[in-house]
C-alpha cells in the first residue's frame, strides 16, 4: 500500500513534501518512453534517451520536479529507460502498471479474469514491473477506444479499480476525447475505486462544460491534461472552459499536464514540449485575468494534492 504523502517512483518510495520547493509543478499524464509506432506512425517514438533527458531538464528549468509516465506496456514504455531519464535529469518519474485499450492489450487479457488482472497489477506496485527491477507507482492509462467500453475495456477497468482500491495508487484514465467519461466513473466505483485517486483523463478535449463539471461532481479529478497538443483542442478554448469551471468555484479538482508522446511536439522539434503549462497555458490564463492564487492552484498545487491523496 501506497502511504497518503508518498509517491512511489521508479527509485523507491519517496515523500512528496521533498520534492517541492517554491512553484514545483508535477505533470501526472505524460510518456517519456514510447513506441506507438504501429498505432500511430513514427512521430509517436520516444525512445531517444539523450533527447528525452534534455526535454526534462527544460521542463524542469520550468519548475517541473516529478513526471507520472502513464504508458504501459500498450505504448511499449521501458521501465529501465524512465529510471535512466530519472537519473540523468534529477526529476523523480514514476511508471505506471496496467493496460492501455483495445487494439493495445497484450497477449492474454482476454482469457484473464477480473481477479488475476488486478493481482497482477498490485503485484507490478508492490514489487516490480515484469520482467523488469522497476517498481510502477500509478495505474495508468486506463481507455476506452470509443464512446463505450468494449467487454475488455470494462474488465479492465474493473482489474484497475480493484487494484488502485487494494495498492492504494493513483489511477489515470484515457478517453477518447473526452467522451464516455460518465461510464468510466461508472466501472471505477463498480470495480471499487477511490475516485478521490483517479484522473479522468484528456476531458479538456471536450469543450461541454457539463461533462467537466459531471466529472468533478463524482469524485475524481478532472483532467486537462493535453495541453497544447492542438490537434485535439486549441488553447484558446482550453482556457475558454477552465474560466468557466474557475467562475464555478471548481478550481480545486482540476489537474494540469501535456500527454506528450510525440517527438515532433519536443522543443527540440520546434513543440513547446514538457513545459508547456507555464510557457503556453498561464500567458493566456494571465491575458485572461485569471489572479495569480488560482493559477497557482491549477499549476503548483492541486497535482500535489491528487497524489498526496488529500
Known amino acids: 500500500m501506497i502511504e497518503r504523502g508518498w509517491v512511489r517512483t521508479v527509485r523507491g518510495d519517496v515523500e512528496l513534501s521533498t520534492l517541492r520547493s517554491g512553484k514545483s509543478i508535477a ?27 534534455s526535454e526534462v531538464e527544460i521542463a524542469a528549468r520550468h519548475g517541473v520536479r516529478l513526471v507520472v509516465d502513464v504508458g504501459n506496456s500498450g505504448h511499449l514504455r521501458e521501465p529501465a529507460f524512465l529510471r535512466d531519464v530519472a537519473d540523468a ?49 500509478a495505474i495508468a492509462e486506463i481507455g476506452f477506444t470509443g464512446e463505450a467500453a468494449t467487454p475488455l475495456e470494462a474488465k479492465v477497468f474493473l482489474a484497475a479499480a480493484r487494484a488502485q482500491a487494494e495498492s492504494g495508487a493513483p489511477l489515470l484514465t484515457h478517453t477518447a476525447q473526452g467522451v464516455g467519461w460518465a461510464e468510466q466513473i461508472d466501472l471505477l466505483v463498480k470495480g471499487g ?45 482550453r482556457v475558454a472552459r477552465l474560466l468557466d469551471l474557475l467562475e464555478a468555484g471548481l478550481e480545486d479538482r482540476i489537474v494540469i499536464s501535456t500527454d506528450t508522446a510525440m517527438v515532433t511536439r519536443l522543443t527540440a522539434h520546434g513543440g513547446a514540449g514538457y513545459a508547456a503549462p507555464v510557457t503556453e497555458l498561464v500567458p493566456r490564463l494571465e ?7 488560482s493559477i497557482d492552484k491549477l499549476l503548483y498545487e492541486n497535482a500535489w494534492r491528487f497524489l498526496a491523496g488529500e
Open 193 to 237: 475505486a477511490d475516485l478521490g485517486r483517479v484522473v479522468i483523463g484528456h476531458m479538456d478535449c471536450l469543450d461541454d462544460n457539463s461533462a467537466h463539471v459531471g466529472v468533478i461532481e463524482s469524485g475524481a479529478w478532472l483532467g486537462f491534461d493535453r495541453v497544447n497538443s492542438l490537434r485535439y483542442q486549441s488553447d484558446d478554448v
Open 27 to 53: 505533470l501526472v499524464h505524460e510518456h517519456l518512453s514510447c513506441d506507438l509506432s504501429l498505432g500511430f506512425g513514427p512521430e509517436y517514438v520516444l525512445t531517444d534517451l539523450g533527447l528525452v533527458t
Open 89 to 137: 535529469s534529477g526529476v523523480a518519474v514514476v511508471a505506471s502498471t496496467g493496460h492501455y485499450r483495445e487494439g493495445f492489450f497484450p497477449p492474454g487479457v482476454e482469457a484473464k479474469g477480473v481477479d488475476e488482472l488486478a493481482e497482477e497489477m498490485v503485484a507490478e506496485i508492490e514489487t516490480v514491473i515484469a520482467g523488469t527491477d522497476v517498481p510502477a507507482g
Open 287 to 293: 491575458s485572461a485575468g485569471v489572479p495569480a492564487e
